[in-house]
C-alpha cells in the first residue's frame, strides 16, 4: 500500500517536471472590439432655384459628323439644283433662238469696220457686239446647264454658220439672204443707212421675241429668264431710238 503512493507521488512529480520545461500553450486571444457604427452622412442641403434672369448653364454642342455634314449638303445642292433647273419649254425656245438672233447681228456689225462705215455706227456696231457676245454666252451656258441641244455658231468669211438654221430664218426680225448681200456689197454712206435699217428691224423683232414671251402663261418665272429678257427689251428699244434718230438726221441731209 505505502508502496503504491510512493510509485504514484514520483509520477505525479515527474509529469508537473515535464510540462514546466516545454513551450506553453498560448493564452486565448482576447475578443474583438466591436465595430465601431458608421455616423449616418448629413443630408445634402437643398439647391437653391436660380434667380429670375441668370444664365444657366447649356449643354455642350455636339457636333454632327462629318458623314452627316455631306448627305445635309448634297441635299441642299440637290434641291437648288432642282429650283435652279425648272424652266418652262418656251423660256428654253426664247434661249434657242435668241443665239440665233444675236449672231446674225454679230455678222451685220462685224461688216462696220470693212465697209467703210461713220464713226457713230462704227461705235454703234461695236456696242452691240460686246453686249451681244456676252448674252449668247449666258444663254449658251443656260441651256448646258439644263441637258438642253446647245445652238452653235460660227461667222466665215462674213457669212453666219448656224446649227438648226431653218429654224432661225423664220424668227422675227431676221434678215433674208438678200438683204444681208446687199449689206455685205455697200459702202460708205449707203453702208450707213442700211445697216440702221435693218438693225433697227433686226432690234424690233428681238423686241417682239421677249414681247411673246411673256405673253405665254408660265414662261419667264424663273429670276434669270425674266431678268435677261427685261434687259434685251430694255436695252435694244433704247438702241432702236437712238439708231431711229442717227437715221433721221443722214435723211434730212439728203435733202
Not at 457604427?37 to 441668370?54: D, F, N, R, S, V
Not at 456696242?127 to 456676252?134: G, H, K, L, P, T
Not at 455685205?184 to 411673246?212: C, K, P, S, W
Request: charged letters at 25%; glycine letters at 6%; hydrophobic letters at 40%.
Amino acid at each position: 500500500m505505502v508502496a503504491s503512493r510512493s510509485l504514484a507521488a514520483a509520477l505525479l512529480v515527474f509529469t508537473v517536471g515535464c510540462g514546466s520545461s516545454g513551450p506553453r500553450p498560448a493564452a486565448p486571444a482576447a475578443p474583438a472590439a466591436p465595430a465601431a457604427e458608421a455616423e449616418p452622412a448629413e443630408p445634402a442641403a437643398p439647391t437653391k432655384p436660380a434667380p429670375p434672369g441668370a444664365a444657366r448653364p447649356r449643354p455642350e454642342a455636339t457636333r454632327p459628323s462629318q458623314e452627316t455634314i455631306d448627305r445635309l449638303e448634297a441635299i441642299y445642292a440637290a434641291r437648288t439644283d432642282s429650283i435652279r433647273q425648272r424652266y418652262h419649254p418656251a423660256d428654253a425656245a426664247f434661249m434657242s433662238g435668241m443665239i440665233g438672233h444675236h449672231a446674225q447681228a454679230l455678222v451685220m456689225s462685224a461688216l462696220a469696220p470693212t465697209n467703210g462705215a461713220s464713226r457713230p455706227v462704227q461705235t454703234m456696231s461695236a456696242r452691240i457686239i460686246n453686249a451681244q457676245n456676252d448674252e449668247i454666252t449666258v444663254m449658251q451656258r443656260w441651256l448646258r446647264d439644263r441637258d438642253l441641244p446647245v445652238v452653235e455658231f460660227e461667222i466665215r468669211d462674213g457669212h453666219l454658220m448656224l446649227s438648226g438654221d431653218e429654224h432661225h430664218h423664220h424668227m422675227p426680225g431676221m434678215l433674208s439672204d438678200e438683204q444681208l448681200e446687199e449689206l455685205r456689197n455697200a459702202r460708205g454712206t449707203e453702208f450707213d443707212r442700211l445697216f440702221l435699217t435693218y438693225m433697227i428691224q433686226h432690234h424690233e423683232g428681238a423686241v417682239t421675241m421677249v414681247h411673246d414671251l411673256f405673253e405665254t402663261d408660265g414662261a419667264a418665272q424663273g429670276d434669270f429668264v425674266f431678268k435677261l429678257a427685261s434687259d434685251i427689251q430694255a436695252d435694244q428699244g433704247s438702241e432702236i431710238d437712238r439708231m431711229q434718230r442717227m437715221l433721221d438726221a443722214m435723211n434730212l441731209d439728203r435733202i
